[in-house]
């Protein structure tokens, strides 16, 4: 049974769908969406101008010490900066031959003891047919102190006539003599520490674009000895898969949003074709000791997320664009949609196994749960909105808007330990968020 509307945002509304569900979702006027309780708000507390050669930022991290940051810039250069004036801590180069429009190099994530991040090198920083792969690198000073070897494609279907798998050293010699690129070599895509950071998950795509989109791998590597541990080909559920189509999947999944849930040792992802599944060592390694893409098992669905809207016929074919799980691990919040622009946000139970609530407000392109109760939510295009919700009491805390509480909502950074979170705002300026009041943790 579904229960009334709890509020409705732009005539748009977001339901609760069981009273079991803790989530809720604050009451928002229909004008607009805005702070109701100011007692609740968070607010930019203070506003930094770091000391990085006046470049642009292309990712931001928070170091694990809350009290400095991790910024890339276009120019191809890392920096640590202190975050109770911008000034500067270190900086280094990380030059790319093969450098796109918007680019630079991304800090993917911190160690749990701050001593290192995880970003990328590049194969050959003389020929832009070149990819890129996994390094670690210091906090101290920002130096390499492992790389991890160029990661091979391993995609071969039958069905759909593709065989990526590495062809040798004849046909390597014939592409780079002929000027093409190799077809064979996957991009890091995403990489975080798991485990208390003795392992790290990556996730790897084909470095060529078209049907490419389809060639997305999972590995788990050992961060002392980089060894890979575990191995992982995306392909879709049998109920839904296309097999005319690689790995089956009739829609492009240009990302590929996953979370890691340690009290399950297990991996939740979002597939194209509006499918939550879960993965753990055991379906890794049986799905890796198969050759073809169409006998690999996708690991069990958690969950389809499907569409409110009256102009989509396929309901249930919500692509998934971001994935947020509480640390209990018990709640799963993601955001699914199709090109067209229609998107929702997902609350989700992992224990009762019930949905919770959906908006249809919500164009969320990033999803953080620092907290059970606090949920974040960065707009998909840059000239989105930034939203802090409170899912226990129902309270909306802060709502960027595109004046002096502008804040990029792709470039969000969330503090280790407390209520805390660093935003790019207009003229490379960064803003600190919080609440109100002195600091506590999340």
């Known amino acids: ?19 079991q569900s803790v989530a809720i979702f604050p009451k928002v006027q229909n004008e607009g969406a805005s702070v109701t309780n100011p007692n609740l708000s968070w607010q930019i ?13 292309f990712s931001i991290r928070y170091h694990s010490d809350g009290k400095s940051a991790l910024i890339g810039t276009t120019d191809f250069y890392l920096y640590r900066i202190s975050l109770v004036d911008g000034s500067l801590i270190w900086k280094i180069e990380a030059k790319m031959q093969y450098q796109k429009e918007f680019d630079g190099p991304k800090i993917f994530d911190v160690s749990p003891d701050g001593q290192f991040f995880l970003s990328f090198g590049q194969t050959d920083p003389n020929s832009q047919s070149s990819e890129r792969y996994l390094v670690i690198r210091s906090s101290a000073n920002g130096s390499i102190t492992k790389s991890f070897p160029a990661e091979n494609s391993l995609f071969y279907s039958v069905t759909a006539d593709i065989d990526y798998r590495y062809p040798g050293d004849e046909s390597k010699t014939n592409r780079e003599e002929a000027g093409l690129s190799p077809n064979w070599i996957l991009t890091i895509d995403n990489a975080k520490f798991i485990e208390n950071g003795k392992k790290i998950l990556v996730s790897y795509k084909h470095n060529m674009e078209g049907p490419n989109f389809y060639d997305r791998r999972f590995m788990i590597y050992d961060t002392a000895t980089g060894n890979k541990l ?6 879709a559920d049998p109920n839904s898969a296309d097999w005319t189509q690689p790995a089956g999947f009739e829609i492009a999944h240009l990302q590929l949003p996953f979370q890691y849930i340690q009290k399950r040792n297990s991996i939740l992802y979002g597939n194209a074709h509006g499918r939550i599944h879960e993965i753990t060592p055991s ?25 409110d809207s009256e102009d989509i016929e396929t309901k249930d074919r919500q692509t998934i664009r971001s994935v947020a799980i509480t640390p209990d691990g018990n709640h799963l919040f993601c955001s699914a949609g199709v090109e067209t622009g229609f998107i929702q946000l997902y609350g989700y139970n992992l224990t009762t196994k019930k949905e919770m609530l959906r908006s249809s407000f919500f164009d969320a392109g990033e999803i953080y749960a620092p907290s059970n109760q606090i949920l974040i939510i960065g707009g998909l ?10 899912t226990k009491l129902g309270e909306l805390l802060f709502v960027s808007n595109d004046d002096e509480s502008y804040i990029h909502p792709n470039l969000l950074a969330v503090h280790p ?26």
């Open 45 to 57: 507390q203070t506003r930094i101008t770091p000391s990085i050669d006046g470049q642009n930022i």
């Open 1 to 19: 049974m579904r229960y009334p509307l709890l509020f409705v945002l732009f005539l748009f509304p977001i339901m609760s769908v069981h009273s």
């Open 283 to 307: 379906v890794m390694n049986q799905n890796m000791s198969i050759e073809i893409v169409e006998e690999k098992p996708a690991g069990p669905i958690v969950y389809i997320p499907r569409s």
């Open 417 to 442: 330990k407390q209520k805390e979170v660093l935003g790019l705002s207009t003229g490379n300026q960064i803003v600190i968020l919080r609440p109100q009041g002195g600091s506590s943790p999340w």
């Open 381 to 390: 295009y840059s000239t989105g909105k930034v939203y802090i919700v409170d």
């Open 230 to 235: 575990n191995d992982f080909q995306l392909t």
